[in-house]
């Protein structure tokens, strides 16, 4: 499938998402959204591939926000399936989805460009990123889960500031706060998600979807994480990567898993 907005490509087991509109700043429009839903969902099937890592084109965004220029003359209405559409076609699936994502955060995260990063499941920042949600300056509040995930991350009171003041944080100030998990120069930026991401495909397929969606669900409405620890763990042992796992520790060599 050819995409207009974003650009695929694949390195090995990894798999690059990248956002690409470079001339609005990477902003997100409706049809890139589309196209993310569409390749994230083709990505997370494909057993080709074992983690994404999102970035966007250029040196001076990642993704400055969603495209502002759609948002003019939309009603109550629209904005509820706006908001509905894009937590549940593209941000919802990125968080709960069965594969690592990194979010490479090249330059400015504005908006549903934080929205994006935080729905990630790491986050790795270039020192000249800068990251903030802006939306009360538009006269609107984040919608792409932006409220309740910068909370989850840097605490309530922290979010409530960033938010209400519309402030970007640098990168280094992210670190602090715990948005981002690290920074490193423009240059060390990919090799550095990659080096993160390749470590953890060494690590149990199977057994990363079962961390993800437990973790999850410290924060899901409904459920009870510990609950889910229990059955997530318990269905580990039924994998073979369990036992292989096992059997190459006792016998001191590196195991082979095979997502299985
Ligand atoms: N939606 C649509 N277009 C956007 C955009 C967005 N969120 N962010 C940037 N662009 C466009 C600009 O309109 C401009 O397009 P043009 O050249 O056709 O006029 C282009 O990207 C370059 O942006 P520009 O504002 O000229 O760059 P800058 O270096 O002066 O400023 C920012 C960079 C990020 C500070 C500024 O673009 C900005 O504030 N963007 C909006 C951030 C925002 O509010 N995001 C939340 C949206 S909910």
């Known amino acids: 499938m050819s995409f207009q907005n974003i650009l695929i490509q694949d390195k090995d087991r990894i798999q690059y998402i990248i956002i690409n509109r470079e001339s609005k700043l990477n902003a997100l429009n409706q049809a890139t959204l589309a196209e993310l839903h569409t390749a994230l969902t083709q990505a997370f099937s494909n057993n080709n591939v074992g983690g994404i890592i999102i970035t966007g084109a250029g040196t001076k965004a990642f993704v400055a926000g969603a495209d502002i220029s759609e948002f003019a003359g939309k009603d109550v209405d629209s904005g509820r399936r706006i908001a509905y559409d894009g937590q549940s076609n593209v941000f919802d699936v990125i968080a709960g989805g069965n594969k690592p994502v990194i979010a490479a955060v090249n330059g400015f995260a504005l908006g549903g460009g934080l929205e994006l990063a935080m729905a990630c499941h790491i986050r790795i920042a270039s020192d000249n990123a800068k990251m903030g949600l802006p939306e009360v300056t538009l006269g609107l509040i984040p919608g792409y889960g932006g409220t309740q995930r910068l909370t989850q991350l840097v605490g309530r009171g922290k979010a409530l500031e960033?938010?209400?003041?519309?402030?970007?944080?640098?990168?280094?100030?992210?670190?602090?706060?715990?948005?981002?998990?690290?920074?490193?120069?423009?240059?060390?930026?990919?090799?550095?998600?990659?080096?993160?991401?390749?470590?953890?495909?060494?690590?149990?397929?199977?057994?990363?979807?079962?961390?993800?969606?437990?973790?999850?669900?410290?924060?899901?409405?409904?459920?009870?994480?510990?609950?889910?620890?229990?059955?997530?763990?318990?269905?580990?042992?039924?994998?073979?990567d369990f036992k292989e796992g096992v059997s190459a520790f006792l016998e001191k060599r590196k195991p082979e898993f095979k997502g299985k």
Do not use: S, Y
């Not at 080096?195 to 409405?221: F, Q």
């Not at 889910?228 to 073979?240: L, P, Q, S, V």
């Open 162 to 240: 960033m938010i209400m003041t519309a402030d970007m944080v640098t990168a280094a100030d992210a670190l602090a706060l715990g948005l981002v998990n690290h920074v490193v120069t423009q240059d060390e930026l990919l090799p550095k998600a990659e080096e993160l991401l390749n470590k953890i495909l060494t690590r149990a397929p199977l057994a990363l979807a079962a961390a993800i969606r437990a973790v999850n669900d410290a924060h899901a409405d409904g459920a009870n994480g510990f609950d889910t620890e229990i059955e997530e763990f318990a269905r580990c042992f039924g994998t073979k």
